[in-house]
Nanobody, 116 residues
Framework: QVQLVESGGGLVQSGESLRLSCVAS????????MGWYRQAPGKQRELVAV???????NYADSVKGRFTISRDNPKNTVYLQMNSLKPEDTAVYYC??????????WGQGTQVTVSS
């Protein structure tokens, strides 16, 4: 069982930055694929960024060049640095983990609100 705890959400103005953090426990963190998804009101949950255990990243087109995913394995933490935020980035952001056994886990979510 993997537990994921997110932090760092909040209310910012358009153009500002936020950094989300997700601390994982209950598995060998360095072997996991870690990622961030988001869900806006009335919309489906969508991939924001993912980082596998080999360091390969994948980003949604809408955030490329603005968001950066990174991980600190000794701290069991994955980050999402979000720059140049836009009102359309407003959503609940969820931390995601997939273990080497292909089991998937989700955090409880953290709200990000970007005002124009």
């Amino acid at each position: 069982q993997v537990q994921l705890v997110e932090s760092g959400g909040g209310l910012v103005q358009s153009g500002e930055s936020l950094r989300l953090s997700c601390v994982a426990s209950g598995s060998i963190f360095s072997r996991n694929t870690m990622g961030w998804y988001r869900q806006a009101p009335g919309k489906q949950r969508e991939l924001v960024a993912v980082l596998n255990n080999g360091g390969r990243t994948n980003y949604a087109d809408s955030v490329k060049g603005r968001f950066t995913i990174s991980r600190d394995n000794p701290k069991n933490t994955v980050y999402l640095q979000m720059n140049s935020l836009k009102p359309e980035d407003t959503a609940v952001y969820y931390c995601y983990a997939r273990t080497i056994l292909a089991r998937e886990y989700w955090g409880q979510g953290t709200q990000v609100t970007v005002s124009s």
